[in-house]
């Protein structure tokens, strides 16, 4: 039991050779998910609760991936989800969404996920708030080309089955290979 054994109290993401988590104050990582080792402490900016991670090749280089994870940092009262970010073959994460526009920041999903599908981030969920702006569970699909810094409903052209408007059902999603 990697939990028990390891301290670990919250997986993050999982690469190609890597695995992400949380460690006491720590963010860790683990080459054979048996040995981890602390790469950064945890700041109070950085997403402990309801995260949604995602992975995804850089357009200008397959070779290199951008890991990405979008939740909510630990006794949060903000009502929008912050985005760290890095690339492979970097150790530590960064704040992607440090001085961002609430207007344009991820929804506050309850019981958020975010996908990484047609080169763009989608984030969906439960009800959420943005700014002043009450937003009914699964409504859209909002939508980031530019890795998790602003964020636009899409009404048109990805839609949502209308069975789940305003569900507080429980729910996963992916992308399998055939996209």
């Known amino acids: 039991n990697v939990g028990e054994s390891r301290n670990i109290s919250s997986l993050l993401l999982a690469t190609d050779n890597e695995l992400w988590a949380l460690s006491g104050d720590s963010v860790v990582c683990s080459t054979d998910a048996a ?10 900016k950085f997403p402990v609760k309801n995260i949604s991670s995602a ?8 070779y290199i991936t951008r890991n990405l994870l979008i939740g909510y940092p630990e006794g949060s009262k903000n009502i929008q989800p912050v985005v760290w970010g890095k690339l ?3 150790q530590g994460w ?27 981030l989608f984030a969906f969920g439960g009800a959420a708030k943005r700014g002043d702006e009450e937003i009914a569970a699964f409504s859209n699909f909002y939508i980031s080309s530019d890795n998790g810094l602003t964020w636009i409903a899409d009404i048109k052209k990805a839609m949502l089955p209308s069975e789940l ?14 996209k």
Do not use: H, W
């Not at 040995?35 to 109070?44: E, G, N, Y």
């Open 55 to 62: 992975k995804y090749p850089l357009r200008t280089n397959p």
């Open 165 to 178: 408007l305003g569900s507080e059902a429980s729910f996963a999603a992916m992308v399998d290979s055939d």
């Open 88 to 90: 492979s073959g970097e």
């Open 94 to 120: 960064v704040d992607y969404s440090e001085g961002g526009n609430v207007d344009f920041s991820c929804p506050s999903f309850d019981k958020m996920a975010v996908l990484y599908y047609d080169n763009r």
């Open 35 to 44: 040995d981890f080792s602390a790469i950064q402490p945890l700041t109070d």
